[in-house]
């Protein structure tokens, strides 16, 4: 087979009405792109007219309006061209299953043949060889390798734009190690688009120029790997007067004295063996703040552990320090450290890449690893954009520990989560999350190095975070995984891999039967459809809400007996097969000299599942035989879905006392650090909530130095009904029109914030379904497809946009500058009464005779609020619309306690008309 010069390549790409060309929606633009000797060599595009108007949102993505084709061509026309450019060219798309349906439906109503040549897409090949990419879409990738792209969605830009990208790609596998790219070929042969072609093609243009092995990679074991370096312990630099230093590393530095003190105040608490509570507002420069003082004692020689909560701040955290140490010289070392499972494990990968598994989701995840491990020095999941059906396959490949000696392991010298711990032990500053951290406190053999000192940053979530820690869990479609896993489908389980280890070595020990697997499978149904039953006469329905949570308050009731039952029986046979696996697996490893790596990898994956078995084993324990009476129960579940969504969950009600002791104890300082800890100036929610007792502590509070006053407008429409008085359905009317009448006047930009995801739903729905704001880009959480810094990213790109969230967006969201104009709280963020753990409180509050909503609703709320309300101003320039969906704001006694919250300002109760008057004279 010749090489890529040989080949005609048409790339291709379109702009249409709609998504169906089957539906009636028709092209309005087309070019073409051919590419030979992987050079371009002729451009083609021309306006086609689709004989029907162009949808708003189509114009709003694309720019193509009505009168840019009105004078365009129709499509046969220009079909003889595009048949010619076409013929015995490999076909390119971005997408190729959206591209070439299109295509071929304009062909054969122009009356030529359906093109049936071989297809390379560029999604797919971007998604093998940019693993790392945190998006696909065409923009995001030509943005990320600096490819020209002046007019995305239009298709001339676009289809040049794709050339570009499989030229780049091309590249980059001509310059990947050959044993590397022929594992890519043998995986493509199961891709939707004919990429197998495109690597052979690749392998035979390498093999005619064969180069050596670049120094930053080996090949081990069949696998191409980066070697993994380990740094000499830098040396520390001398002390550095702070102010200087932030003025050199702040381009456009201004004093913050609120900054400075907040590194004095963390200082004076490590040098004094104190803990420290400090909330700081946007624009105090929390991230410095935090840092510097973890550096300063750094050149001391103290070892620093940082802690954040999401894995996505913990690498942002990661960046800054990076930042600063390169100012300084690199006068100390930093490393992220996670959980095991978040590293891959380098022999279950091996054994699964002799596997021939079909399944899409796998193969494109086999194809991302093996490019990945070429150019990954962490081997860290969270580095990969894995597809949501991929992550069933990661978790087959993903470190659990060692069943048989590491020593047995020919990775373990390779290993990436030992190297992560080794980088841990000899790094001055580590940085983890709280799920880690908590997770870490109790364990018998901790992962953590010793350290210092501790910081905590985003604390107001530590509470929570330690509480899901250490809590209990258990739900039917786990651990129907973790039986498939043993079980397999077409004979791919482990204990037909056992089976055959046994069988081969000629080893005499237990074995599954069929009839242990189907009574494990029905007692894991029946206990699950006894719960469900009891879950549904019991749970107290909400109108319009499919999921519900009830709280097990007392299970003396008859109808328990038959659930706890049940799980006994299932208890009973989940330790009868575990037994069978604990004594095949202990035999196996009396041979273990003779084991293949093949075996190994089972005996591995098998030793993975028995860690997993052994906490189901103990987590039925918990929640059914012997429950705690300190922790508080509920189930939570789809009413649509049952037993499939079924959960049951156990957590502590009360951890102050297991979190001092954790956190804030006498051996180590540690500071925590917030842009919302206080409520109405106070700290004692938080304090009480960490076991902290406020004579002992250094707490500070420093303000936002953003002229809110100035520059934020809070209002409140009078002419909305009290959300107490109308049903949820007449409520969402109300909110909807409303909403659609400020989108005008804010021309979108606008985030719209709800405290539950079914009034977001049935918001967003009636407002698609009345048409009322019909030339917006409307983007939903959970609607609409992507993570939250997807869905943010695609509303920044988007001039006319709402965005609509829930949960997660009130914090964390970052939207600066003009991108958003206008923040909507639909309604005061107080959490549902019948939420169990709030439930529970207030039940607890009531038997020590204190006021339960004002020290556990109310706080949780205004707190909220507070993170809500914060991401409207980002940076001191910004301006908005602060607007309130809830007259308790004003009308309310506790309304105040939200108002004192937030930096003082005006409260402004008007018309929607005189509100919609004022935004627009504002903005």
Not at 548 to 577: A, I
Not at 691 to 703: Q, T
């Amino acid at each position: 087979m010749k090489g890529m010069k040989s080949k005609k390549i048409a790339v291709v790409d379109i702009e249409t009405t709609g998504n169906s060309y089957k539906r009636g929606d028709r092209m309005i633009q087309i070019a073409v792109v051919l590419i030979e000797n992987m050079k371009i060599t002729e451009t083609y595009s021309s306006f086609v007219n689709p004989k029907q108007p162009i949808p708003a949102f189509i114009t709003e993505l694309t720019g193509i309006s009505d009168s840019d084709i009105e004078h365009a061509p129709d499509f046969i026309k220009i079909a003889p061209r595009i048949h010619e450019m076409l013929y015995g060219a490999v076909f390119v798309a971005h997408n190729v299953q959206f591209d070439l349906p299109f295509l071929n439906g304009e062909l054969t109503a122009a009356g030529y043949a359906e093109f049936l040549n071989d297809t390379w897409d560029t999604v797919e090949l971007s998604r093998a060889l940019m693993p790392e990419a945190a998006s696909f879409k065409l923009g995001d990738l030509t943005d990320n390798l600096s490819l020209a792209h002046d007019r995305p969605h239009q298709a001339d830009s676009d289809a040049l734009a794709t050339a570009e990208l499989l030229i780049s790609l091309h590249k980059k596998v001509l310059s990947m190690p050959l044993i590397t790219v022929e594992q890519l070929a043998e995986q493509a042969a199961f891709l939707k688009s004919d990429l197998d072609l495109f690597f052979k093609q690749c392998i035979n243009e390498k093999k005619e120029n064969i180069t050596d092995l670049p120094d930053e990679l080996e090949v081990f074991r069949g696998i191409a790997v980066k070697r993994k370096l380990f740094t000499k312990t830098p040396e520390r630099n001398t002390e550095f007067d702070i102010e200087p230093f932030i003025r050199q590393l702040v381009p456009g530095y201004q004093k913050r004295k609120a900054q400075l003190d907040m590194i004095t105040d963390i200082l004076d608490a490590f040098n004094g063996g104190q803990h420290a509570v400090i909330e700081a507002g946007t624009g105090v420069g929390k991230t410095l703040g935090f840092l510097i003082p973890a550096i300063i004692q750094v050149n001391k020689g103290k070892k620093i552990m940082m802690s954040t909560q999401t894995l996505q701040q913990q690498d942002q955290l990661m960046l800054t320090a990076e930042k600063i140490n390169q100012h300084l010289g690199y006068s100390f070392s930093t490393t992220v450290l996670k959980g095991r499972a978040n590293y891959i494990h380098m022999l279950k990968f091996e054994q699964s890449l002799k596997e021939r598994d079909r399944q899409y989701d796998t193969v494109l995840a086999k194809m991302q690893l093996l490019t990945w491990l070429t150019e990954t020095e962490t081997g860290d999941i969270d580095e990969l954009n894995l597809s949501g059906g991929s992550l069933l396959y990661w978790n087959r490949i993903r470190h659990s520990g060692w069943y048989l000696d590491k020593q047995q392991d020919p990775w373990a010298e390779r290993d990436f989560y030992s190297y992560s711990l080794m980088k841990a032990e000899q790094a001055d500053i580590v940085i983890t999350n709280h799920s880690m951290l908590a997770a870490d406190k109790f364990k018998n053999t901790p992962s953590f190095p010793a350290y210092d000192f501790l910081l905590i940053d985003e604390a107001h979530h530590l509470e929570d975070t330690c509480r899901n820690q250490w809590g209990t869990k258990l739900d039917y479609m786990n651990i129907k995984f973790a039986i498939t896993r043993l079980t397999g489908a077409q004979e791919d389980g482990l204990a037909e891999k056992l089976e055959q280890i046994l069988n081969k070595h000629a080893i005499n020990s237990s074995r599954f039967t069929p009839d242990h697997f189907e009574q494990l499978n029905l007692e894991t149904d029946t206990s699950f459809n006894q719960l469900g039953q009891y879950f549904k006469l019991h749970v107290i329905r909400q109108r319009g809400l499919q999921k519900q949570k009830l709280l097990l308050e007392e299970t003396g009731k008859e109808d328990w007996k038959y659930v706890t039952y049940s799980f006994e029986r299932l208890l009973s046979e989940l330790k009868k097969c575990l037994k069978i696996l604990v004594t095949q697996l202990d035999d196996i490893g009396k041979k273990k000299s003779s084991l293949s790596a093949n075996d190994k990898a089972s005996v591995e994956e098998a030793g993975a599942l028995i860690q997993e078995w052994e906490q189901l084993i103990e987590i039925i324990r918990m929640l059914f035989i012997r429950r705690q009476h300190q922790q508080i129960t509920w189930i939570e579940g789809d009413l649509r879905s049952v037993p499939g969504s079924l959960t049951i969950v156990a957590n502590e009600l009360v951890l102050g006392e297991k979190i001092q002791e954790a956190f804030f104890n006498d051996d180590i300082p540690a500071a925590a650090v917030s842009a919302t800890l206080a409520v109405n100036g106070s700290f004692d929610h938080f304090l009480k909530s960490s076991g902290l007792e406020e004579k002992k502590v250094i707490l500070k509070a420093y303000e936002s130095p953003f002229d809110y006053q100035n520059h934020v407008r809070l209002m409140v429409p009078s002419d909305l009904p009290d959300i107490k008085s109308v049903s949820p359905e007449e409520y969402v009317e109300w909110i909807t029109g409303h909403l659609a009448v400020i989108a005008e006047a804010t021309q979108g930009r606008m985030l719209v914030l709800f405290t539950s995801h079914e009034m977001l739903r049935n918001t967003y729905e009636l407002i698609k379904e009345s048409q009322q704001m019909e030339d917006f880009v409307l983007i939903a959480q959970g609607i609409s497809a992507g993570s939250r810094t997807k869905l943010s990213k695609n509303f920044r790109k988007f001039d006319k946009a709402v965005l609509f969230g829930t949960s997660s967006f009130w914090e964390g969201l970052d939207i600066p500058g003009e991108d958003l104009s206008c923040l909507v709280m639909v309604r005061l963020p107080f959490s549902p009464p019948d939420e169990p753990l709030i439930k529970a409180q207030w039940e607890r509050a009531r038997a020590e005779k204190r006021n339960p909503f004002q020290e556990v609703s109310l706080p949780k709320a205004v707190l909220r609020f507070r993170q809500g309300f914060g991401r409207l101003i980002r940076h001191e320039n910004d301006r908005g619309i602060f607007m309130v969906f809830d007259k308790r704001l004003i009308s309310a006694s506790y309304g105040k306690a939200f108002t004192d919250s937030i930096p003082k300002m005006t409260v402004e109760e008007k018309s929607l008309d005189e509100c919609i008057f004022d935004i627009e004279q504002w903005l």
